[in-house]
């Protein structure tokens, strides 16, 4: 889970200027993750400690750090492992400015900084600074680890400077020149996901595009039953999720994480501006997308999975009110119901069932439909026809009505069709 770092403790030399101590880790891009001391630091493979090492070397309590009489103090909390200071053993020790600490396999370093104020360091700034964004930005952060994101300024920092050199090795930013190649970088946000989470699903909304740069994800897709099928597992210096840049549709597929990950994220915003620099760029783009289409394609009808649906569908949390017209048993007439939808489409919408009464419905039954659209779209109205009722899954609902639309004025069809698709609100 992410942490938000409240500022480091200080303590103070003979002539006023303040110490503050920082606990380094150096890994790959991420040139060094930066952990201020707090009170009290604790290291482990535990994800409740405050620096968490999913390394198998590593105990679940491992180490402590923590100030006394003016001194940073490590202490080992009983490892299997141990816990080194410059290469010795140790189970309690001050630590000096440049020490280098060894829990398990992993090997941390000790900083100490001298400043005259109690202002926190440009570094800690930069990770309150994007881990609050990064909070703010996600509705499932859980999965997010740590985030470094580019702290603004004209300078470009030493992290910039060799995301920038993967990144021109990486085909689709070979043509980049050197200002686009800085402002990608200075745009990007690195993730780190751990082993077993989901960086996006089938359904989801697109709005970024990234490059897996350290690590490995498994791209999958499911039928209308919820059967899996696995289209590609993705290694280092390759990227997903253009499939959203060009068609503008939901996410086609979930990618999973499979071993830890760390993902360099970048707008669509941000792809849009360096297609519009360097153009060459769209068309290699373009080539591997149709590429990717259609061995999805392939490997669909390979195993016999068929979307129910033409359109795709949207993940997306709708309140809808509804009624049964026709010829109705009487115990529904001019009953209005009302509830949320679990995704939508341009031809029709899943409906969570919040009456048990609904489960009884007739397939083929017309629904009168009113479906308020979020950010700011409003209200649109259909016709629909119950195709099926899909019981329950975990979680407590008692089952879903997938409705197919019948009729829609066609000004509520653009406006569905541009919700769908993420576009602006007309001004």
Known sequence: MVRILQKDSASSDRDGTMIRGFLVMERGLLEERVYPLEERLTIGRSPLNVVHLADPSVSRRHAALYSLGGKTIVEDLGSHNGTYVNGERVFKAVLKNGDSLRVGKVVLH????????????????????????????????????????????????????????????????APLDEDTLAFAAQSARLLVFDRGRTVFRQGDRGNSLYVLLDGKVRV??????????????????????????????????????????????????VMGEVVRRVPQVRSILETFYKERLQDTEAKKRASGIVDRRKQPRLNERLPVSFSVVGSIPSQLRGRVFRSTSQDISQTGIRIKVQDRILMSLPAG?????????????????????LRNIVDGREGGDLGYLGIEFQEMASGHKTKLLNFIRGEALPQ
Not at 145 to 173: C, V, Y
């Open 110 to 173: 000790y900083r100490e900084e001298y400043s005259p104020d109690e202002e926190p360091t440009e570094a800690t700034q930069e990770i309150l600074r994007t881990t609050q964004e990064l909070l703010q930005g996600s509705d499932d952060i859980a999965h997010v680890r740590i985030s470094m994101g580019e702290a603004e300024g004209a300078s470009l920092s030493h992290r910039s400077r060799r995301l920038s050199d993967t990144l021109s090795r990486i085909p689709i930013f």
């Open 220 to 269: 999958v897709t499911y039928d209308h039953e919820g059967r899996e099928l696995q289209l590609a597992v993705i290694g280092e210096n390759q990227f997903f999720g253009e499939m959203a840049f060009f068609s503008g549709r939901p996410r086609s597929a979930t990618v999973q994480v499979m071993e830890e990950s760390l993902l360099c994220e970048l707008s669509f915003q």
């Open 365 to 385: 039954c017309q629904l009168r439909l009113e479906i308020g659209l979020s950010q700011g779209w409003g209200l649109i109205k259909a016709l629909g026809v």
